[in-house]
């Protein structure tokens, strides 16, 4: 029976009171882990997170960096901005004039890295990243350098063909931008074939700069992702740019500025939208046929003929300084804002006389600012010209000219800006007064800018500025001056 009852009772008796709190306990403290188990995830976590914030900020941070210098700095800061300076979206390596003079130096000249082998190790560091990159080499120009002095060296020939070869291999399947501004002084002479190794490597580039070079374009292939070219200061071997127009067909974004080598040359771009074109030398014609332009600047000296077969355009900037070649523009040109600068105004003003959409008009006779020698040979009558111009701009040489020359023979009643840059010669209030009235006698709510020359003496501001309020009190007037030359 001894035996029994105690077996029952171990069985199946309710437990002692000591044996429930020993029960408790045990749940309690597995409660407890349980919770502190989750309190010290819950904090890994948040630590974790943590982490992840600070790189991220940090990739941010080193991604912002755009100048080598400060890449470099952070490389040699630590082992994790050395890794994360490799994710850099955008470089900048630039050779300043005193880094060139350095490297000439005989006492200094063993203590810097070359420039062109600055550039090969940041390539080599920055190709073990995958993402996007913009790059940028630039080489500073000496200001007092004279116009034909050359460099036989060529430790800074930036588009020499074996110096890319060295490095671009590298980059270029993460090259989307790509600048190289030449030393001029060892690149004028030398015919570089950049452009073609460029386009062979560099697939997926977008954006392509190059200044102060001469470049061919012998063995150049399409290059159909590239939708913004910037040539500036090149010797170009493609005399009418039909390389140009052949291998990028894709521009969107052109700016030919002072290139040279060009005879008759042609921009045919079906789907370019801005256009900024200097022509510094002599040509017998200039052409643009682009469907899609919307935007061009164009400054040229003396062209025989311009073609501009642009039918969406609406904004015009055109410089020419003798405009006695034949113009001919697309009959369905709907401009909304022109400007022309030229010695011959009147004449090449006609030319655009036919688009009736000009919202904005500005004028400035080529030429410096003393007008008293300026002959014009025709006479445009604003009104009937552009009879719906809300905004008038007009330089010193073209306001020198109202009213005999450039006349208003109406009302401007669209009028609702005008811009006037005062001519040293004319800052006598009665004459400003006389050429203003045709202008704003029948405006409404038109504001007047006038821009009087920065040398003006105060007592001559200050009586223009009385007599002009004085003399139209339902004008909106603004001051400000400008400098002369």
């Known amino acids: ?115 062109r082998s600055l550039v090969a190790n940041l390539a080599s560091f920055l190709s073990a990243s995958p ?74 580039l977008v954006n392509l700069e190059v200044r102060n070079a001469w470049l061919s374009v012998e063995e150049l292939k399409p290059m159909h ?28 974004a052109l700016n030919l500025i002072g290139v040279g080598g060009l005879k008759e040359p042609k921009i045919h771009l079906l789907q370019l939208r801005v256009c900024t074109w200097t022509v510094s030398n002599f040509v017998l014609s200039l052409t643009v046929c682009a469907p899609k332009l919307v935007e061009l600047k164009l400054k040229c000296v003396e062209p025989e003929a311009l073609h501009l077969e642009t ?62 020698d300026l002959v014009e040979q025709c006479t445009i009558d604003l009104l009937s010209t552009f009879p719906d111009i809300d905004e008038l701009v007009l330089g ?6 109202l009213p005999e020359n450039l006349s208003v023979r109406g009302e401007l009643r669209n009028l609702k800006k005008l811009m006037v840059h005062l001519a040293p010669e004319e800052l006598d209030a009665a004459m400003i007064t006389w050429k203003l009235t045709p202008l704003l006698t029948h405006t409404r709510y038109c504001q007047v800018v006038m821009l009087i020359p920065a040398a003006a003496s105060m007592d001559s501001r200050t009586h223009v500025i009385s007599k002009c309020i004085s003399n139209f009190p339902g004008i909106r007037w603004k001051w400000d001056t400008w400098k002369c030359g």
Request: aromatic share 6%; with cysteine; glycine share 4%.
């Open 1 to 115: 029976m001894q035996n029994g009852s105690k077996a029952a009772t171990e069985s199946g008796s309710p437990p002692t009171a000591s044996r429930r709190r020993s029960i408790e306990l045990s749940m309690r403290w597995i409660r407890r882990e349980g919770k502190d188990g989750k309190e010290k995830e819950r904090r890994k976590g948040k630590r974790r997170n943590r982490i992840r914030e600070s790189d991220s900020t940090d990739v941010e941070l080193v991604c912002r960096l755009g100048d080598s210098t400060e890449l470099a700095r952070c490389r040699l800061a630590s082992r994790t901005l050395r890794s994360l300076s490799r994710d850099v979206r955008s470089v900048r390596l630039f050779c300043s004039r005193d880094r060139f003079l350095r490297s000439r130096a005989p006492a200094t000249c063993d203590h810097d890295t070359p420039f």
């Open 131 to 204: 993402g996007p990159l913009s790059l940028a080499l630039a080489a500073e120009r000496p200001l007092s350098a004279p116009a034909d002095e050359v460099d036989d060296a060529d430790d800074l020939h930036l588009t020499a063909v074996p110096f890319l070869a060295r490095w671009l291999p590298l980059l270029a399947a993460r090259l989307r931008s790509l600048a190289i501004d030449d030393y001029w002084l060892q690149s004028c002479w030398r015919p570089s074939q950049a452009l073609s190794l460029i386009a062979d490597l560099c697939h997926d």
């Open 225 to 252: 992702k590239l939708t913004s070219l910037t040539l500036e200061f090149i010797r170009l071997d493609d005399a009418n740019l039909d390389k140009v127009n052949e291998c990028f067909p894709s521009l969107q």
């Open 311 to 372: 039918p969406l355009l609406s904004e015009l900037d055109v410089t020419i300084k003798k405009a006695r070649a034949t113009i001919v523009v697309g009959e369905k040109l709907n401009l909304r804002s022109l400007r022309i600068e030229s010695s011959d105004l009147c004449n090449l003003a006609q030319v655009f006389a036919h688009s009736r959409t000009i919202k904005r008009l500005e004028l400035k006779a080529y030429g410096s600012s003393h007008c008293v």
């Open 396 to 401: 010193p040489r073209a306001w020198f000219i």
